[in-house]
């Protein structure tokens, strides 16, 4: 069976989009989301994103990490199927309902409301989420937020100084986090700009990570670091991100296609 993809990117973090919207797929086994992933042997990208048709929405997202493993919530490739679908779309996840449309160069996501209870991230035990009693090395007193999937955020004087490819899988695995978790790291250069590197759970070192830059940025504006709006600086580039205490986070960036192929389905059994 003769399969197309879309490949697209937003800020570099990149994706195979598979459109089963009109002609179902079979079922995506973790192995055969690795294969396609792989950068060596495969297509190769950072998420496997699904399109599929939807009861309650325009159209439903999943979305499967490069180990094969799947999540409920990529801001950067909202964007990029908010850019393909091309005008405003109802998207359903497994981690909420999201409202996306096209904009210059780009997109708007409506993120949904952040969840900041500890077993709403989740933790392994109750603590406070705004500043948590642990550490890592020179990492500690972090801050948990839940964006549809979990983020623990640490402020650094210089973000590039942390050795995140050693820390990140050590904290993404942590006993602490049942589901294990999203690991940014952010310096806060003013009230209206933040710097940010992020290691994602099942993917490692990405150029940009928009559900990342949510919760980085809700956790600084509830620490009264930042201001909303405020600009996040990824290693791929810039998203600028909007949220009042109780309301829906609004992520705005650029995202693009690629290019275009198909692939034999059997050929990543």
Not at 5 to 20: C, E, P, S, W, Y
Not at 24 to 53: N, S
Request: aromatic share 6%; hydrophobic share 40%.
């Amino acid at each position: 069976m003769r399969v197309p993809f879309i490949k697209m990117h937003g800020l570099g973090n990149d994706f195979v989009v598979l459109d089963a919207r009109e002609n179902a797929l079979p079922a995506l086994e973790r192995q055969r989301v690795f294969a396609i992933a792989d950068r060596h042997t495969g297509i190769g990208c950072d998420q496997l994103i699904l399109l599929e048709q939807s009861e309650t929405a325009d159209f439903r997202m999943r979305i499967f990490n490069a180990d094969g493993g799947e999540v409920g919530a990529c801001g950067n490739a909202t964007r990029a199927v908010a850019l393909l679908h091309g005008k405003e779309a109802r998207i359903e996840t497994s981690g909420g309902m999201l409202i996306a449309s096209p904009a210059s160069g780009g997109a708007s996501v409506d993120m949904g409301t952040p969840h900041f209870e500890w077993d709403s991230i989740p933790l392994g035990y109750a603590m406070d989420t705004l500043s948590m009693p642990v550490g890592w090395e020179m990492l500690d007193s972090p801050g948990a937020v839940n964006v549809g999937n979990p983020h623990v955020i640490f402020f650094v004087e210089d973000t590039d100084a942390i050795p995140l490819d050693r820390l990140g899988p050590e904290i993404e695995n942590d006993p602490l986090f049942p589901e294990r978790v999203n690991v940014n790291v952010a310096t806060v250069e003013s009230r209206g700009r933040i710097r940010l590197r992020v290691w994602e759970r099942g993917a490692g070192l990405t150029r940009a990570c928009g559900t990342g830059a949510c919760a980085t940025a809700v956790h600084a504006m509830r620490r009264k670091l930042v201001d909303s709006p405020v600009t996040v600086a990824l290693p791929g580039g810039e998203l600028v991100i909007e949220w009042q205490e109780g309301g829906p986070i609004l992520m705005t960036g650029p995202a693009a296609e690629s290019f275009r192929g198909s692939f034999e389905w059997d050929d990543y059994a």
